[in-house]
């Protein structure tokens, strides 16, 4: 079906009218390619080739927090040259061409967005390391390899978009060579979400309809998919409260404030930006709708900041898990 911004954005937005979870959950692979497809230039521009979180340290810039993060994974992982990995929903694969680099394992991408393959390919052969990468199209709820294909797994902030946990770790676990290990970093409501609050759903709405999500799982949801799965668990924590030297929340970057990276987040720059890009779209400079998904994203912001500062959400829930031999 071939949309254009404008219809992408009403058929995304019915999807999230839709109250019925299971009716939602039937759309959610449609919503989020849509999703992918409208905002993967937004997030290059405005955030970079890795579309994840950090734990921060005071000092340390965004850009080193974001390859500390990935590079904490490749250790999880104990990745060497002679690994065969799958990386789970990886966007444009920022994370994974730094993790091949730092280890010179083999790695194999997998997204359901068409638009995000064609841009890991133009990115993929101007590295040096072309090599070690290659990329799919697909959805990881049926996955096309076949079982046993790998030595390791990764999938960072990407499982959140699973319909159905258990039926994402059943693929992994079937496609993982017997002794091989996966690690993920997953987005979650804390034990200090309170389903009854009024605040607290309201910030988890924001997040599942700013970023394409059917619904937020718990770390405790997270915790029983794993033990009805057939993998054997052997760590989980939430990194956004594990160190305490984390002095830089992993929101900071979506608040409002006068730092180079928080002022495009002030309601005057916000107010100026939208301006610009109805202008722009009124004047056929930009295609009709980009107004509107540049919304959709703020709402994202707003509702990660608002979770973040309450405690109830965390993107960096870590998970490593293994095939046992
Ligand atoms: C927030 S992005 C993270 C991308 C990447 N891991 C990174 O950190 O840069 C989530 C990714 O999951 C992918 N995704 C979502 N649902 C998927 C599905 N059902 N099958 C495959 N990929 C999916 C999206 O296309 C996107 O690439």
Redesign the pocket.
Same mark, same amino acid.
């Given at each position: 079906m071939n949309l254009n911004i404008k219809e992408k954005i009403s058929t995304y937005n019915n999807v999230f009218e839709e109250r019925d979870q299971v009716k939602r959950s039937e759309q959610?692979?449609l919503a989020? !390619?849509n999703f &992918?497809t409208l905002i993967?230039k937004f &997030?290059e521009k405005g955030w970079g080739? #890795?579309?994840?979180f950090a734990p921060r340290y005071e000092g340390e810039s965004f850009e080193d927090s974001i390859k500390r993060h990935?590079s904490f994974l490749a250790l999880k992982l104990g990745l060497t040259s002679n690994d065969k990995v799958l !990386?789970?929903?990886?966007? %444009? @694969?920022?994370? *994974?061409r730094n993790i091949a680099r730092i280890s010179g394992a083999k790695i194999i991408g997998?997204? %359901?967005?068409q638009h995000?393959v064609d841009r890991c390919e133009e990115l993929n052969n101007a590295s040096s390391i072309s090599h070690l990468l290659d990329v799919q199209q697909? !959805?990881? @709820?049926k996955m096309s390899f076949p079982e046993n294909s790998f030595d390791k797994m990764f *999938? %960072?902030?990407?499982l959140?978009? *699973?319909p159905n946990l258990k039926g994402?770790y059943e693929q992994m676990y079937s496609r993982l060579k017997p002794g091989g290990r996966a690690c993920f970093?997953q987005w979650a409501m804390t034990d200090k979400y309170d389903p009854s609050n009024s605040e607290h759903i309201k910030a988890k709405e924001m997040i599942e309809y700013g970023? #394409?999500i059917c619904q937020l799982k718990t770390t405790e949801e997270i915790d029983n998919a794993l033990q009805e799965s057939p993998l054997t668990v052997l760590e989980t924590i939430d990194l956004a409260v594990a160190d305490s030297k984390n002095d830089v929340p992993w929101y900071s970057t979506l608040q409002s404030g006068w730092s180079l990276s928080q002022i495009r987040h002030t309601k005057i720059s916000r107010t100026l930006i939208g301006n610009i890009l109805r202008t722009f779209e009124t004047l056929r400079m930009l295609p009709k709708g980009i107004s509107n998904t540049q919304k959709v994203l703020l709402v994202a912001a707003d509702g990660l900041v608002k979770g973040g500062k309450l405690g109830i959400f965390t993107p960096m829930y870590l998970v490593v898990v293994e095939k046992q031999l």
């Open positions: 959610a692979q989020t !390619d &992918y993967t &997030y080739k #890795s579309f994840h990935e !990386d789970v929903g990886c966007g %444009i @694969m920022g994370p *994974a997998l997204t %359901i967005n995000q697909g !959805d990881f @709820m *999938a %960072i902030e990407a959140c978009h *699973a994402v970093y970023n #394409s």
